[in-house]
């Protein structure tokens, strides 16, 4: 997550909002859940580290988790098995080439 021993002393407050949502992801993954929701889960991270988390949600979808993802970034939205859009209030899935 590159959350390195920098981190351990610094109050939320004075983390950033992508150092906040890393450490947020990184609490959710401590129960190794088997089926995990993420709002948005790379919205507040620059690429580098949007791929990084990226990266950590295949690792988790290898390992036979469930996820869900809700996002707005299509290189995210990409990677998962099916690509559900809301639009004027209907859901449909979405064919996009990976």
């Known amino acids: 997550m590159g959350i390195t021993e920098a981190y351990f002393h610094r109050l939320p ?3 950033s909002g992508g150092e906040k949502q890393r450490v947020a992801i990184a609490r959710s993954l401590i129960a190794d859940p088997q089926l995990l929701l993420c709002d948005e889960p ?10 990084q988390i ?8 290898a390992k036979g988790r469930t996820l869900l ?6 290189d995210v939205a990409k990677q998962g098995d099916h690509i ?14 990976k």
């Open 13 to 15: 407050a004075s983390l």
């Open 42 to 51: 790379t919205g507040n991270l620059d690429v580098d580290n949007r791929n």
């Open 54 to 61: 990226v990266h950590v949600l295949q690792k988790l979808k």
């Open 69 to 74: 993802v809700v996002t707005h970034d299509l």
């Open 84 to 97: 559900l859009e809301l639009r004027d209030g209907t859901l449909k899935e979405v064919v996009i080439g």
